[in-house]
């Protein structure tokens, strides 16, 4: 087992600190660094930095960063969710690190949604406006980042709704 064990604070954004949202950072008591292309391989991340090493996974909304010695989330509504999603990636760390002999090591980023990609498969391509956004596009935007979903919408068919799922559901990860 690669990583055991972190120090987490929990605390409001300091750029806004009337954001509703929490972060977290853990500060890790072991180095997961030589885990990182694995674990990139394994999950399949948004970005990928090498010097020094991190990697970014977008998960329902909300980015998630591995450093060698710390992990970062954003947007978080409570210290359950917080850890909730620590939990999940010791998991995937070490899952990925014990199996490191079956997995080649990446650095690359794995596809991500396309907002038009969303936007064709949305009923008003103009804007009805009914979700509470003011283009589809935008909706798109914010599909594409976890932030809506497809039951945002509430012009969507049964049929396009669940085009809609499946087509978001290739790239999301789940805890």
């Known amino acids: 087992m690669l990583l055991k064990s972190w120090q987490k604070r929990i605390f409001r954004p300091e750029c806004n600190p ?16 030589q885990a990182l292309p694995y674990l990139n391989a394994h999950l399949g991340g948004h970005s990928y930095q090498t010097d020094p090493p991190a990697v970014t996974f977008k998960v329902h909304g909300r980015l998630i960063t591995v450093h060698h010695d710390r992990i970062a989330i954003n947007s978080l509504s409570d210290e ?16 990925a690190w014990d199996d490191r002999a079956n997995i080649e090591p990446s650095t690359r980023c794995a596809p991500a ?6 936007l064709k498969l949305l009923p008003n391509k103009a804007g009805c406006g009914r979700c509470g956004r003011p283009t589809c596009l935008v909706f798109a935007t914010l599909a594409v980042q976890g932030a809506v979903g497809a039951s945002d919408c509430p012009e969507l068919e049964p049929e ?6 499946k087509y978001l559901g290739e790239f999301s990860l789940d805890w």
């Not at 949604?113 to 969303?118: E, G, K, M, Y």
């Open 18 to 33: 009337g954001f509703e949202s929490l972060h977290c950072v853990a500060h890790l008591d072991q180095d997961v660094g």
């Open 80 to 95: 359950a969710q917080a850890d909730k999603i620590l939990d999940w990636l010791q998991r995937e760390i070490n899952h």
């Open 160 to 165: 396009a709704r669940q085009a809609l799922e």
């Open 113 to 118: 949604p396309q907002p038009l990609a969303v």
